[in-house]
């Protein structure tokens, strides 16, 4: 079992930056991979980023290519989602997602809210 706390949302004017943190814990757990979802309200989940843990690879959502940079801090367990140049639509829960291993099913965060006024 793997638990994630997320933190970082809140409420930043178009054109400002937040950072988003995930750190996973557990007992005995292995990570192949960790990454951010979002949901905005009436829309369905949207991929935003993750980045494979054992590689320098990273892949992003195209609508945040450019704006926002996923990194994480291996001993802390931690993934981080910088996010500059904001937008209006870029308002949605995100949601962390970490993967043990490549097939097998993922574990969730509770979600934090981010709200991008104009």
């Known amino acids: 079992q793997v638990q994630l706390v997320e933190s970082g949302g809140g409420l930043v004017q178009a054109g400002g930056s937040l950072r988003l943190s995930c750190a996973a814990s557990g007992r005995s757990f292995s990570t192949y991979s960790m990454g951010w979802f979002r949901q905005a309200p009436g829309k369905e989940r949207e991929f935003v980023a993750c980045?494979?843990?054992?590689?320098?690879?990273?892949s992003y959502g195209d609508s945040v290519k450019g704006r926002f940079t996923i990194s994480k801090d291996n001993a802390k367990n931690t993934v981080y989602l910088d996010m500059n140049s904001l937008k209006p639509e870029d308002t949605a829960v995100y949601y962390c997602r970490h993967k043990p291993t490549f097939t097998g099913a993922a574990y969730w965060g509770q979600g934090t809210q981010v709200t991008v006024s104009s």
């Open positions: 980045i494979v843990w054992s590689a320098v690879y990273t």
